[in-house]
């Protein structure tokens, strides 16, 4: 009998190639978009088209007829605004700079899209993720770079669990995004030259402190841009507006470069600093660890850092495990540490785990 594969899908390009691949493998293939955030206006979804809207339903399911596959709308609302708003706001009050897709994709579209899909018989899910899973040389199931460098996606991916590896195929791995687009044209689906989604899905004009004061209903408080010597400089909008390292958009001029070294939510201040050098460091803390090709962290071991999606990674080596923390040292200093981000450490193409900057 054939495996039945349960297929998340976007309503894009990627996605729907997935489905295609998997079906011409021979799984019986079912196609599912998950209803996350359907409040969107019809200007915002037609402007955005992002990854989950009315919008991509209609995609997606003209996809799926083509195919001639079995189509559903799963509505994962309430599990979205739990593991992926509630979170985004809260990190960012924190002073924090969240990556809602790591949060979407470990609790979301793996963790109750997979037990969803196990309920209604499936055997995997599938997505159109740039990544591989293969095993690692201990055993241990790893998701592996893509072919491409350009799209891998293994940094958004690093929270996985075992147990969500060994039920997940991702058949778009082995593939650039110009084959996938061919094979695309090539089985006439319709979303062939439909362009990427960059923004975060829920907040598609990018306006994050906006979006963070209409979901609380709360007027964000100003507080002062500071010096590391403690001279202020200003005022800022409110902590949510920024990030470690920007230098743009900050709302203040100084005559040349500035830019942001630290942010302190106990007294509502932006530590701004003159020198980019500053803002490099060479050591960072983690929490919330996630063992993935490695079984266990321990002091001395060295690997590669990303320390954020489009960090290119840099060598560093562990230099103490405890509490639940993991401390890296970096070869050569790194750029804008942010709390809030993940790093994610590997071996070659092999994620090895990561963990939440603190």
């Not at 708003?85 to 002073?95: M, N, P, Q, S, T």
């Not at 997505?127 to 293994?154: M, P």
């Not at 390292?245 to 302190?264: F, T």
Request: one cysteine or more.
């Amino acid at each position: 009998m054939n495996k039945t594969v349960v297929v998340g899908m976007s309503g894009g390009v990627d996605s729907s190639v997935a489905a295609y691949l998997l079906k011409e493998q021979g799984y019986d293939v079912i196609g599912v978009t998950m209803q996350i955030w359907q409040d969107e206006s019809e200007t915002a979804q037609e402007d955005n088209g992002g990854c989950c809207g009315l919008s991509a339903v209609d995609d997606a399911r003209r996809v799926a007829d083509v195919l001639g596959i079995p189509y559903y709308v799963m509505n994962f609302k309430k599990e979205f605004q739990k593991n992926v708003i509630d979170y985004f706001v809260d990190e960012y009050r924190k002073g924090r700079t969240p990556n809602p897709c790591i949060a979407c994709n470990r609790y979301v579209k793996w963790e109750s899209l997979l037990q969803r899909s196990m309920e209604i018989g499936a055997d995997y899910i599938a997505t159109g993720h740039y990544a591989r899973i293969s095993e690692y040389k201990n055993g241990r199931l790893s998701i592996r770079k893509s072919v491409t460098a350009r799209k891998d996606q293994t940094y958004a991916l690093y929270n996985l669990t075992q147990e969500q590896l060994k039920r997940t195929l991702l058949p778009v791995g082995e593939y650039e995004k110009e084959q996938i687009r061919e094979i695309a044209k090539k089985a006439g689906l319709p979303v062939a030259v439909k362009p990427d989604s960059q923004e975060i899905c829920f907040v598609p004009d990018n306006d994050y402190a906006g979006f963070i004061e209409r979901e609380t209903g709360e007027k964000e408080k100003k507080g002062m841009f500071v010096t590391e010597d403690g001279e202020i400089l200003g005022e800022h909008k409110g902590i949510s507006h920024y990030t470690i390292g920007q230098r743009k958009g900050l709302g203040i001029s100084m005559g040349h470069p500035i830019y942001v070294k630290e942010i302190r939510t106990d007294t509502n201040e932006v530590i701004l600093a003159e020198e980019e050098k500053s803002i490099f460091s060479t050591v960072l803390t983690a929490d919330n660890i996630n063992y993935m090709g490695a079984e266990k962290f321990e002091p001395g071991m060295e690997m590669t850092g990303k320390i954020r999606y489009s960090h290119k990674g840099e060598k560093c080596v562990v230099k103490a495990c405890e509490d639940g923390k993991i401390t890296l040292e970096f070869a050569n200093p790194v750029r804008a540490v942010t709390p809030g981000q993940a790093v994610v450490l590997y071996d070659g193409d092999y994620v090895l785990g990561g963990g939440t900057i603190c």
